[in-house]
T-cell receptor, first 111, second 114 residues
């Protein structure tokens, strides 16, 4: 079993719909990050959350860090085809920056 | 300007061969990483160097040997390649090794061992 479990593994929606991706663990993380990876490229950081209960918004994307710092969610409002990609959550457990990645959620937004 | 670059982008080789992948970052970062992404897209840390010093060395076969000649470069040499080594290898860098620092990833090297 992975330290960070992402769900769902795959999500296919129509343009304009909302979606939520979850990242869950039984372990506590000092920080949690969300990355998006497009085919043939490396992951690109979307956000870092460090405080339990923290909510961050980036345009149509809303990120939440659980109160206990064990889980996180990514919500996309009115998804667009440009949101298509592999979404990865990654957590650091100690003071250092050693990241443990979740298994990823592949999102497909159809026009 | 490319922030983190890797060469080659594609590498196809026979089992048993030795190969190297090179990584360079022009961001002035102190910390560099090597990750392996398998066919199911699972990304796993292999090594990390901070100021040319090895600070993360995960459970990786000793056929894999990283080398950091200076802060801007981190190379990965793989001896006696096996079929299971086929994957995409990503290099990344960050300003430092503090938790939450942004890691900037290279475009990846797609290794196929036949």
């Amino acid at each position: 079993t992975q330290l960070l479990e992402q769900s769902p593994q795959f999500l296919s929606i129509q343009e304009g719909e909302n979606l939520t991706v979850y990242c869950n663990s039984s372990s506590v993380f000092s920080s949690l990050q969300w990355y998006r990876q497009e085919p043939g490229e490396g992951p690109v950081l979307l956000v870092t959350v460090v405080t339990g209960g923290e909510v961050k918004k980036l345009k149509r994307l809303t990120f939440q860090f659980g109160d206990a710092r064990k889980d996180s969610s990514l919500h996309i409002t009115a998804a667009q085809p440009g949101d298509t990609g592999l979404y990865l959550c990654a957590g650091a457990q100690a003071a250092g920056n050693k990241l443990t990645f979740g298994g990823g959620t592949r999102v497909l937004v159809k026009p | 300007d490319t922030a983190v670059s890797q060469t080659p982008k594609y590498l196809v080789t026979q089992m048993g061969n030795d190969k190297s992948i090179k990584c360079e970052q022009n961001l002035g970062h102190d910390t560099m990483y090597w990750y392996k992404q398998d066919s199911k897209k699972f990304l796993k840390i292999m090594f990390s160097y901070n100021n040319k010093e090895l600070i993360i060395n995960e459970t990786v076969p000793n056929r894999f040997s990283p080398k950091s000649p200076d802060k801007a470069h981190l190379n990965l040499h793989i001896n006696s390649l096996e079929l299971g080594d086929s994957a995409v290898y990503f290099c990344a860098s960050s300003r430092g090794f503090w938790a939450g620092e942004t890691q900037y990833f290279g475009p990846g090297t797609r290794l196929l061992v036949l």
